[in-house]
């Protein structure tokens, strides 16, 4: 077992790169009093390509970092590490790191509301190739609404396009439209569509112009905040050791720069990083 600062600290929230800013937005507007202290990987992003082993090793150093910083929950804002090392650190990880601390991922809490999105039963995914040959998303709706029926398109351009903020360039239009145009032949009776990478909602502009307007766009950011609510008022244990002053402290692997510079155009407004390294 490591030795952790046991003084409450603030809520981790992790990505391999910028995603997880959408999931920053989504848990602060909702829970603005807390301390965040969010860590992108963005020298080894995009994570979606990676196999299993080295997906879980990187999440594992990126959550370990996180408690040695004071953190006591960590939310992985990451749906490929969600689907690839969530359990295998809730299982097999935190009971040497330390019992007491947590790691939530954030497949279970969009799939638990998309059965009040839908009305014909069809829903689409949208996710990296990592989240959709994991099946997470499938599986877990199918174990909650069975009658619901999924499909799934991975869209492997879609997280370099905005690490290297082409999200609004006439590029990525092309890409984007592919993609649903594919997820679109596979069922058409599809009437909500989840972006289950952390990332996709910073191509929203795009997304919706390619998307037949009757189609719901879930995005997981506004779910998570919610699920993060109710956890922390069903564990006053865990809520006791996050500590509220409402300041976000930024972390990043890359050049601290350049993620000022694109954090800035994803939160609008202006944050201070500090660079990191993991490994
Ligand atoms: N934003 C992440 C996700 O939700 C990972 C994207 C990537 O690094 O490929 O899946």
Known sequence: MITLPDKAGPIGIFDSGYGGLTILHGVRNLLPEYDYMYLGDNARAPYG???FDVVYEFTR???TRLFEMGCHL???GCNTASAKALRTIQQVDLPTIDPSRRVLGIIRPTTEVIGKLT???HVGILATE???KSE??????QKLYPDIKVSGVACPFWVPLVEYNEADSPGADYFVKKRIDQLMRLDSEIDAIILGCTHYPLLLPKIVKYVNPGIRIVSQGEYVA???KNYLSRHPEIESKCTQGGHVEYLTTENPDKFRESAQLFLHEHVDVKNITLG
């Open 49 to 51: 390509p990676r196999s």
């Open 61 to 63: 150093q990126a959550v």
């Open 74 to 76: 960590v939310i992985l």
């Open 119 to 121: 009305s014909t039963r």
């Open 130 to 132: 990592g989240t959709i």
């Open 136 to 141: 997470s998303y499938t599986l877990e709706i």
């Open 226 to 228: 919610e699920s993060l």
